[in-house]
């Protein structure tokens, strides 16, 4: 919202000597921060941010209000314009509850037009004026009061007006030239032709104020803020009007806002007023909210009192009354956000300034919870992986469904994961798999001139239901490109599948991940991180006894079938071996070669044995000779 | 006496400094050595022949004469001999040397996600205060995402303009904060809340709404949750806890600054700024020249959202705020565009990312 500071001014004379800069300070302190300030035609304009409970604050007398309870300084009054009401000059049928007041008049225009002080007030408002008086000066009313009004040409509307319920599929052709068609929520001003406008949100062509125009019949009512609401939004039709009563009007300036506006005709355009009427009232003020001593005191932090509490609220226009169990108040026709306790202390708060609010931290009340296993082994992992040079990524939870449908796989249909509204069919589908997205990101990486991606994310992956999609907290990893070759030590070589089991092994995982190749050199795992093994939960793990004898290390260079299945050997030879004895079995060189027979490899086998003894090489030899018997078995060689 | 040598003897002898200068090994020089003094076949020894079969009364003459060729020979070989080893020396050790400016090779590391850092510290930075972390589902129901935290049925942020729904589950939503975790756990604790006196936790988590990707909007982005409830808590238990919490993060001389400002969710509601921390309060670009940014929401948690959750809301009273990650992040960094965070570029993560 758009203020001017003289127009600010005006309301409450107090700020006239005020600096821009203390002025958009106290606005923040009474929650109303300040976005920009600038100079529009040699005033300051300040961009006021207003939350979208405060409609009543959308106005230059609403800011002036709150200032004024702040500064506690008087507010201009508002200008009584003496107009008298007498007959309805045009019968008005208030039929429903969500418009309870109609305050209107018909004025014959005169010659003249909108005064430049006028003129230059919606300019600075970023309004363009229209030269229309009628329609100018309702603008203005709205901008600087806060009621917003509208001017129908009274010569085009045909019998009385009735406020109603649309019915189903009625149209009405709205300001803007669109055909709205209507549902039974809508609610509209209607003459004996149908609806002529959209209550409290936009007027109909057909009644619109024109050059032409003669005569103007003018509406200043109140409609309820939810059906305000709630027909914008049905017909995407977000006007000034709309949010002000959206956001809840004040009933009381309905028959004001009629006399302002009169009295701008009157004075603007020469205009002849021949007669003002209001159907319906003003609707009861709200029933009183009650404060007590100990909820205020509690909320603020100190022993504010209810003397304190009771002049802020008479300062903000309450009706303040006090009774044992504390004050009672009800709100001023403007507030419709005081509904709570809660809603009075905060304004008892809001006034003294939250700067005063006392800080201390809050009693412990019961032990702390610790913090849960999955999220330490979340935590864990993370470290882990980024100690091993591994980057943390974060990508979007949704990707296409091409991408997708590799990883996920028919036990996992995309249907139940799908977005009703994704922002593209790119985004469309909440992920089965992290890997495509780690695809992509090592990709370009790659296409970025990285030699080596080394990336992995925790996050969920989605797995379709019945009842909706399971979230499974899960761990990606990719790894691609070139190993080493950085400086003059490390030999430089293609990252391998082998890399990822190890990985997986370092990662301590009860069954070996399939690896996933993702592309010419890029390989990715993914685990469910409850898969993942928990810690101890020892600090530290019981004693295990090592052997302080020296060990003994043996090698067997074994020639296999290229396709020989390691698993096996290895299998056969540990059975071979004296489990007491054997500490370590495992293939330290795998070796292929031309001059090797065909289709055979040389796996060298190193063994290493240990034990509470010195173990004597005969005995060594013995067990060696029954490991190569036991490769022998399966088919393995030795080489000469 | 020159006249009783033989004329190739006496050019050898003149042949010598040149031939010795040119020894560049001691292997060299070895054969060198034995041309000249060696047992056989050598200038001296065919001298030392001469010598024997020379008349007697020439013999103490050109024993002198022989003698003094061979010392000079000698001495020449034993000087040279001494350089060259010398110069072997420092060859050998020259090779065995090396140079420590040399690129060594260097352990790798990762590196954790910036934003996931930024989380994580805030975890530390409350967990002695005995707050815990609760994590909730990404996937949530509009109960848990709106009504349960008192945002009216009508409000704008339900609409398909602003939140993921579900195709096939039209009441599934992608949650747009991280409050309804707060729904969750009130809920769950709720029947033992006497018990356990109180609670207090974090809730840090990705969140989603309907904007299109630019330099300022992502759909996806983290939020960090704070609640407590307990007895008689009022606004100085929110603003003591933030002033801790802000200090710990950003340095013991930060101030923060409470505004009014409106939440569904809480009553009062509030506004926190931080003296700016990049510019020390002096004013900077980032603070916009007024020493303050703005860092999170707050306020007393509203009634109605423990009563939901079957709380008493006349019993008991607690705080909440919540807090976006890539702000905090982008403004600590002066990272130009959000979309940086979500490219992952190694190395963007390295340098923005740590170990812990
Ligand atoms: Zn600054």
Redesign the interface.
């Known amino acids: 919202m758009l203020i001017e500071r003289q127009s600010l001014a005006q309301e409450i004379p107090a700020v006239a000597g005020q600096e821009t800069r203390q002025l958009c300070e106290i606005l923040?302190?009474?929650?109303f921060?300040v976005d920009g300030v600038s100079t529009t035609e040699g005033t300051d304009v300040l961009d006021v941010d207003i939350?979208?409970?405060?409609g009543d604050a959308m106005s230059h007398r609403g800011m002036a209000r709150e200032v004024a309870a702040k500064l506690q300084q008087p507010l201009t009054p508002l200008p009584d314009e003496g107009v008298n009401e007498g007959a309805a000059l045009v019968e008005v049928r208030l039929e429903s509850p969500a418009c309870p007041i109609y305050a209107t008049a018909i004025l014959e225009l005169g010659g003249g037009e909108t005064p430049e002080a006028a003129q230059h007030f919606l300019r600075c408002m970023e309004a363009t004026p229209k030269r229309l008086a009628a329609v100018d000066a309702s603008n203005e009313l709205l901008l600087r009061y806060g009621h917003p009004t509208h001017a129908f040409d009274a010569d085009k509307i045909r019998g009385a007006l009735r406020v109603r319920w649309a019915q189903a599929q009625e149209t009405l052709v709205t300001l803007d030239g669109l055909t709205r068609t209507l549902t039974s929520q809508d609610l509209v001003i209607a003459d004996e032709s149908g609806p002529i406008a959209l209550a409290g949100v936009m007027g109909g062509d057909s009644t619109k104020v024109t050059a032409e125009t003669r005569r103007v019949l003018l509406e200043s009512a109140w409609f309820d803020p939810?059906t305000v609401?709630?027909m914008a939004?049905r017909h995407s039709l977000h006007t000034d009007a709309s949010h002000r009563f959206g956001r809840g009007a004040d009933p009381a300036m309905a028959r004001v806002a009629r006399d302002l506006l009169v009295a701008r005709l009157q004075a603007w355009c020469g205009a002849k007023l021949q007669g003002a009427w209001t159907a319906g009232a003003v609707p009861q003020a709200q029933s009183p909210i009650p404060l007590s001593e100990g909820l205020l005191?509690?909320?603020?932090?100190?022993a504010l009192g209810l003397d304190l509490a009771e002049a802020s609220l008479v300062r903000l226009g309450c009706q303040v009354a006090r009774d044992a169990q504390g004050l009672r108040a009800v709100p001023p026709s403007w507030r419709h956000d005081l509904t709570?306790p809660?809603?009075l202390?905060?304004e008892v708060?809001?006034l003294r300034g939250?700067?005063h609010?006392?800080?201390?931290?809050?009693?412990?009340?019961?032990?702390?919870?610790?913090?849960?296993p999955?999220?330490l082994q979340k935590?864990r992992v993370?470290?882990r992986?980024?100690?091993?040079?591994?980057?943390?990524?974060?990508?979007?939870?949704?990707i296409s469904p091409e991408v997708d449908a590799p990883f996920s796989g028919p036990a996992n249909p995309v249907?139940?994961?799908?977005?009703?509204?994704?922002?593209g069919y790119e985004?469309s589908v909440?992920r089965g798999s992290l890997l495509p997205s780690l695809q992509a990101?090592a990709e370009?990486?790659l296409r970025?001139g990285?030699r080596q991606?080394?990336?992995f994310e925790l996050?969920?992956a989605?797995v379709s239901s019945p009842?909706?999609?399971v979230?499974r907290a899960t761990l990606a990893v990719v790894w691609g490109g070139i190993l080493g070759g950085?400086?003059?030590?490390?030999p430089a070589r293609a990252v391998l599948e082998a890399d990822l089991t190890g990985l997986a092994k370092d990662l301590n995982l009860p069954a070996r991940p399939p690896v996933h190749r993702l592309g010419e050199g890029l390989f990715g795992i993914e685990v469910a991180v409850a898969d993942l093994p928990l810690p101890q939960d020892r600090i530290i793990p019981s004693f295990r006894a090592f052997s302080r004898f020296p060990s003994v290390e043996r090698d067997l260079s074994l020639l296999v079938d290229l396709d020989h299945s390691y698993e096996a050997l290895h299998g056969a030879m540990a059975a071979a071996l004296p489990g007491d004895c054997l500490q370590d079995l495992r293939c330290v060189d795998v070796f292929r070669h031309k001059n090797l027979p065909e289709g055979r490899q040389a796996w060298l086998m190193r063994m290493r044995f240990q034990a509470d003894r010195t173990l004597v090489g005969e005995e060594v030899d013995g067990w060696v000779a029954s490991a190569l018997a036991a490769a022998e078995s399966l088919g393995a060689k030795l080489r000469a | 006496m020159d006249q009783l040598l033989p004329t190739e003897i006496i050019e050898a002898g003149g042949a010598f400094p040149e031939a010795l200068a040119a020894c560049g090994d001691l292997d060299a020089l070895l054969r060198l050595k034995g041309a000249y003094i060696g047992r056989e076949g050598s200038h001296a020894a065919r001298l030392m022949d001469l010598l024997k079969t020379a008349p007697k009364e020439q013999k103490r003459d050109l024993g002198a004469a022989i003698n003094a060729l061979k010392q000079q020979w000698e001495e020449g070989l034993k000087a040279r001999q001494a350089e060259l080893e010398t110069a072997k020396k420092t060859r050998a050790a020259q090779a065995s040397q090396w140079d420590p400016t040399?690129?060594?090779?260097?352990?790798?590391?990762?590196?954790?996600?910036p934003?996931?850092r930024l989380m994580?510290r805030l975890v530390d930075v409350f967990r002695p205060?005995?707050?815990?972390?609760e994590?909730g589902?990404?996937?949530e129901t509009e109960a848990h995402n709106f009504d349960g935290l008192n945002i009216p049925e009508?409000h704008?942020a339900k609409?398909?303009?602003d939140t993921?729904?579900?195709?096939?589950?039209?009441e599934?939503l992608?949650r747009t904060h991280t409050s309804p975790v707060q729904v969750r756990t009130l809920l769950r604790v709720a029947p033992e809340l006497a018990?356990?006196?109180?609670?207090?936790?974090l809730a840090p988590g990705?969140v989603?709404r309907?904007d299109?990707?630019d330099p300022t909007h992502s759909?996806?982005f983290?939020q960090v949750e704070g609640m407590?409830v307990?007895?008689?808590?009022?606004?100085?238990?929110l603003?003591?806890?933030l002033?801790?919490a802000l200090r710990a993060l950003f340095g013991p001389h930060t101030e923060i600054?409470?505004?009014?400002?409106?939440f569904p969710f809480v009553?009062?509601?509030?506004?926190v700024d931080v003296s700016c921390p990049l510019c020390a309060a002096k004013g900077c670009r980032v603070c916009k020249g007024s020493g303050w940014v703005e860092i999170l929401g707050a306020g007393?948690i509203?009634?109605n959202v423990l009563a939901y959750a079957g709380i008493d809301p006349a019993e008991w009273?607690g705080w909440a705020f919540g807090m976006g990650v890539e702000r905090m992040a982008m403004m600590l960094s002066q990272t130009p565009d959000l979309r940086l965070?979500?490219?992952?570029?190694?190395?963007f993560?390295?340098a923005m990312?740590g170990?812990?």
């Open positions: 923040a302190a009474l929650g921060p939350t979208a409970n405060r939810k609401r709630a939004r005191n509690r909320i603020a932090g100190e709570i809660e809603d202390a905060e708060l809001r939250y700067e609010i006392p800080s201390t931290l809050p009693p412990l009340e019961g032990p702390p919870e610790h913090l849960a999955a999220y935590q993370a470290r992986l980024a100690q091993l040079g591994f980057h943390q990524t974060v990508t979007y939870g949704f249907e139940g994961r799908t977005l009703a509204n994704p922002l985004y909440l990101t370009q990486n970025q990285a991606v080394r990336l996050a969920p989605y009842a909706g999609p979230e950085e400086d003059y030590l490390s | 040399l690129p060594p090779p260097v352990p790798v590391r990762g590196a954790l996600h934003l996931n994580d205060l005995g707050f815990h972390v994590e589902p990404e996937v009508d704008p609409a398909s303009s993921f729904y579900l195709a096939a589950h039209p599934l992608l018990k356990r006196g109180g609670i207090r936790f990705r989603y309907k299109e990707i759909p996806m983290h407590l307990g007895h008689g808590i009022g606004m100085q238990h603003k003591g806890t002033e801790y600054r409470l505004r009014p400002s409106y009553e009062p509601g509030c506004e007393l509203h009634p009273s965070f979500f490219e992952n570029d190694q190395r993560l390295q990312g170990l812990d």
